[in-house]
């Protein structure tokens, strides 16, 4: 076999080796093109229905069946007003309907979610009910300065819940960060910034 037969052409392999290195660069690029944009709040808060929200979601004023207002200042942003709930008892299985009031003490840049820890007698057993503020649908970054807001959730007590009085714990968090007490003086807190705002009764 002559030399020239044997001799294999170099430029197809250039060429591949040339698109090979170049796709993470077109990754990158078109990748960048469709990330999502930072969103503009004051737009997006300008956009929010409130009117169909007012009287359910936003409220005029204290509501009068708070029989207690707590009141709990989390860092100047979020005031924690208390909580009513909708039938004296529950039985293991059954549905509870929990509201919680807030006042928005600043324009908020976060979107803070709420932990809820429903601890039993003695802390033997505790109902979670972590969530976003009204099912996601009013998050604490569209909440705006002196609104008063209501966020209900509903939870069903789990069967194998004891019988007894579990107390009613709640606060704001992103990740491993909570919100904070600037007045743990002048309420029912455990010193983890968790705030006491209610009792659930669990009986037959």
Do not use: C
Request: net charge neutral.
């Amino acid at each position: 076999m002559s030399e020239q037969t044997k001799r294999v052409p170099k430029i197809p392999y250039l060429v591949a080796a040339a698109v090979l290195l170049a796709l993470p660069a077109v990754s990158y690029v078109v990748g960048a093109f469709n990330a999502p944009r930072p969103m503009n709040l004051t737009r997006t808060r300008a956009s929010v229905n409130r009117e169909s929200m007012r009287g359910s979601v936003l409220l005029a004023q204290v509501p009068p069946q708070l029989s207690e207002v707590v009141p709990a200042n989390l860092e100047n942003k979020i005031e924690v007003l208390g909580m009513t709930v909708d039938k004296p008892m529950a039985p293991p299985g059954g549905r509870v309907e929990l509201t919680f009031y807030f006042r928005a003490l600043d324009n908020i840049e976060e979107d803070w979610q709420i932990f809820m820890h429903g601890d039993g007698v003695n802390n033997v057993y505790r109902i979670h009910g972590d969530h976003y503020p009204v099912d996601g649908k009013y998050t604490t970054d569209l909440w705006q300065k002196g609104e008063i807001i209501a966020d209900k959730l509903v939870k069903y007590i789990p069967l194998d819940a004891p019988v007894g009085r579990y107390d009613i714990w709640i606060g704001f968090y992103i990740g491993d960060i909570r919100l904070k007490l600037t007045n743990a003086d002048k309420v029912q807190t455990d010193g983890t910034n968790r705030i006491k705002v209610g009792v659930v009764n669990v009986g037959m």
